[in-house]
């Protein structure tokens, strides 16, 4: 099994920076991509940034230019570094991992932490 945990997240004003962090423990070699998703309130989950095990990377059209996503495997952790906050990036942001070279991981998934970014 995969563990996840997220940490990094919080309230911040438009226009600010956060950075998520997503630390992976038990069968990491197992993973191959990762990423990060989101859930606001009333709409579905949606993938916002993922990373693949040779480090090519596909974002979400809202969020490119913005957001940065990033994996240190010496620390088996995943990044994602969150600039030019808006209110509609207002979710919580789940971490996920997969077993396959995919753009869409979702085989593991962390307990979510929220982004609340106030205008």
């Known amino acids: 099994q995969v563990q996840l945990v997220e940490s990094g997240g919080g309230l911040v004003q438009a226009g600010g920076s956060l950075r998520l962090s997503c630390n992976a423990s038990g069968s990491i070699f197992r993973i191959n991509a990762m990423g990060w998703y989101r859930q606001a309130p009333g709409k579905q989950r949606e993938l916002v940034a993922s990373i693949k095990g040779g480090g090519s990377t596909n974002y979400a059209d809202s969020v490119k230019g913005r957001f940065t996503i990033s994996r240190d495997n010496a620390k088996n952790t995943v990044y994602l570094q969150m600039n030019s906050l808006k209110p509609e990036d207002t979710a919580v942001y789940y971490c996920?991992?997969?077993?396959?070279?995919?753009?869409?991981?979702?085989?593991?998934w962390g307990q979510g932490t929220q982004v609340t970014v106030s205008s």
């Open positions: 996920a991992a997969d077993r396959r070279y995919t753009p869409k991981p979702n085989d593991y």
